[in-house]
Structure formats: structure tokens, C-alpha cells
């Protein structure tokens, strides 16, 4: 029994060996495959384990820490933020992720422009004007005409002005001029009339020089408008703008006639 007794006890310290074996292999895998991890990835790393505190400003934070860092793999990380409950940090996580490809970036971008918070649809828009992913162009076309809110709009008017695709043309066209706007355009009919402007100079289609001379003509515009305006007709650079940007050389206003006449440098510049 005895020697039994011992056999057993033999038996049981080489399992005990064998477990404390494993177990120390298995920590040693554990700290060498950290140990193998880039200072970048140990950092994307401990920001991904920050999203999961219960403190919406932490969350936040890892998210703006991980758009800084300007990385696909970092903004993959982010994504997975865009359904937060917090508003706030769902915003943070729209702009994390504008650093993957363009159209995959749009993709998770995109649906939320349906967002029922004026602040998401508006910093989706931004942020997908960042993509500059023309997949994007039919959907912020649509917002532009279509959101309830003013400052949704012209975060889309910004957009797709950074995305320079010519077929936003004719929407932007439209907001410029005003479509069905009052006789006196508030502020937000303004900034909307104004990035519009703008836009279509980032996208130089002639398509946009009617309107962009119509808006520069029209003393009823805003001034900051008007300034737009002539200066967007300078970045298309077409001569048929020459004329109209003459007859502001003399106005009241010195920013406009500054504007007219840096678009017309730039105008004389192009044809030589």
C-alpha cells in the first residue's frame, strides 16, 4: 500500500511539473508576442481597451488619439465607436476613420447621414468631404437639398466641394442661387450660398460659371457671397468671368474689389 501510496504521489508531481510547464510556455508566448508588437501597435492597442471604459470622455479621448495617429489600422479600430450610445463619441469616431481607403471610409460613413442628431449628420458630412470618395457624391447631393437643418446642408456644400466631382455641379448650382430661399438669406442661407460659391471654384467645371457670375452680379447677395463668388470664377479661369469681374473693380466694398482683382491676376496668369 505504501509503495502504492508513493507511485501515486510519483504520478502527481510529474502532472503538477508537466501543468506548471505549459503554463509557464504559455505566459512566455504571451509577453514574447507583446514583446513583438510595434510602439505603434502597443499604443493602438491600449487605445482599443480604452473604448471600452464606461467613461464617455475617456472613450473620446482614445478616439482622437487614434485619429492622430493618421493610420489605417488605427482607424479600424475607431470604427468600431460609430455605434456608441454617447453622441459625442460617435462624432469622435467619424473623424478616426477617415484615414482607411477612401471608399471604405465612406462606407461606414454613409449611414450617417440618417442619423437622427443634427450634430452626427453634420460631422458625417464633414468628415466624408475628408474621404474625398466620390461614392459619397449622390448621397451629400441629396442632404445638400434635402436636410432639415441649415448646417447640415452646408457641411455637405463643404464636402463636396473637397471631393471635386463635377456631378455635384447643378446641386451646388442650386444652393448658390438660392432656390426658394426669402428675399433676405439669414445666416444659415448664408454659410450654405457661401461654401456653395466655394465649392464650385475647388471643382473648376465652366458648368458653374452662369451661376457663379450670376451670384457676383447680384447686389441683393450677401457681400461674403459676392467675395465667393469672384473668387471661385478666378480658380475656373475662364475669360467669359472677365467682364463681370470688372464691373466690381469699383465697388464699396474693398474685400470685393481685392477678390475681383485677384481673380482677374489669376485669369491673366492662366492665358499666359
Not at 504571451?30 to 487605445?47: C, G, H, K
Not at 473648376?204 to 460659371?209: E, F, K, P, Q, T
Amino acid at each position: 500500500m505504501m509503495q502504492g501510496l508513493s507511485m501515486f504521489a510519483r504520478s502527481l508531481l510529474a502532472v503538477t511539473c508537466i501543468v506548471i510547464a505549459v503554463a509557464s510556455a504559455a505566459g512566455s508566448g504571451v509577453a514574447q508576442s507583446a514583446d513583438q508588437l510595434t510602439p505603434i501597435q502597443r499604443e493602438i492597442e491600449r487605445q482599443r481597451q480604452r473604448l471600452s471604459s464606461s467613461d464617455i470622455e475617456e472613450r473620446r479621448d482614445a478616439l482622437m488619439r487614434l485619429g492622430n495617429m493618421k493610420r489605417p489600422d488605427a482607424s479600424r479600430v475607431a470604427a468600431a465607436s460609430l455605434n456608441d450610445a454617447a453622441v459625442q463619441v460617435r462624432v469622435a469616431a467619424a473623424h478616426a476613420v477617415v484615414f482607411l481607403p477612401p471608399a471604405e471610409a465612406a462606407g461606414l460613413l454613409l449611414p450617417l447621414l440618417q442619423d437622427r442628431a443634427e450634430f452626427i449628420r453634420r460631422e458625417a458630412a464633414y468628415a466624408l468631404g475628408e474621404t474625398r470618395s466620390r461614392s459619397a457624391v449622390a448621397r451629400l447631393t441629396e442632404v445638400l437639398s434635402g436636410d432639415k437643418e441649415t448646417a447640415v446642408r452646408g457641411a455637405a456644400a463643404v464636402a463636396l466641394g473637397q471631393i471635386a466631382d463635377e456631378t455635384a455641379v447643378n446641386a451646388l448650382s442650386l444652393a448658390l442661387s438660392g432656390t426658394g430661399k426669402k428675399k433676405k438669406a439669414g445666416p444659415g442661407d448664408e454659410f450654405i450660398m457661401r461654401s456653395a460659391a466655394h465649392s464650385l471654384g475647388q471643382i473648376r467645371s465652366r458648368a458653374g460659371l452662369p451661376v457663379l457670375i450670376a451670384a457676383l452680379g447680384d447686389d441683393q447677395n450677401p457681400l461674403d457671397v459676392r467675395r465667393e463668388a469672384a473668387a471661385a470664377l478666378g480658380l475656373i479661369g475662364d475669360p467669359a468671368a472677365v467682364s463681370s469681374l470688372r464691373a466690381v473693380l469699383d465697388s464699396s466694398d474693398p474685400y470685393l474689389a481685392d477678390a475681383a482683382r485677384e481673380a482677374l491676376r489669376r485669369l491673366a496668369t492662366a492665358r499666359n
